[in-house]
């Protein structure tokens, strides 16, 4: 598998314990940098350091967020009353009764007001919370190597679409340089023809002026740096890939060098073929640019 990753997957992991089920869903999306967000039952904000920590170790890049839901063991729901406060609503509503001569309450009206009856913490005991901390994070570790699986199995697919789009720059850019029009017997019949137009278009013009002017011309619409620098890119965009890791900005990077490199290209190009090559090279590397910006 490609050690590259993308920046887009999900995973889930479970763990049951003696105080409830717990679970984690974690999805990824593209980001600039590394983005977490957690969403927590009440209760549970005590691990959200050490979480965000863990996920740290593992990712880059990508905006992550983590979710972890608490499935407390029903056998553990133990109702706790808060009797001071039921007395009082009790009495409150026994003088309600009397002064407008109001229905009577009922015990279970009273029980359903808020903040008269509650559920024990099933995790007030110290050594429960630990145990179960340990089943949280254990399925969080679960949970982080499956997005990291999910994240290098599309790394796996980009990797083959940008190696391509590598090669098929690269292609191009051979195309460029092994280009007719660019031999110096090419050049040269067409400097003659300009020359020749010009001479017969402009009476009494200097011609070795003319003959120099056009040497600069030519100089100018040399493409040998361009071509070079697009061959280095290439190789250094196969380096990368092969050295794995989160290599996204240094790609992008290179996509942009890529990108200026073929505009210069068709500026100056002085031949219809290799303008139709620069063309082509521009799709491709706009087409890599767009691929890169999913890799971590």
Known sequence: MSRLQSMTGFARAARDHDAGGVAWEIKSVNGRGLETRFRLPPGFERIEQAARQRLQ?????????AALTFAQNGALRRPVVDE???KEVAALAGRLQEQFDTAPATADGLLGLRGVIDYADPVADEDVRISLDEAIFAAFEEALGGLED????EGTALEIILLDQISRI???????ETDRSRTPEAIGERLREQVARLSDATAGFDEDRLHAEAAILATKADIREEIDRLHAHTAAARALI????????????????FNRESNTLCSKSNAATVTAI???????????????QNLE
């Open 84 to 86: 001071a406060f039921l």
């Open 242 to 257: 092969a050295s794995g890791g989160p290599v996204g900005r240094k790609l992008d990077f290179i996509g942009q060098e």
């Open 57 to 65: 170790k593992r990712f880059a890049r990508g905006n992550v967020q």
């Open 278 to 292: 620069g063309l082509e090279l521009k799709a491709v590397v706009d087409q890599f640019r767009e691929q890169v």
């Open 150 to 153: 999910a994240r290098r199995e």
């Open 170 to 176: 690269e292609a191009l850019t051979d195309q460029a």
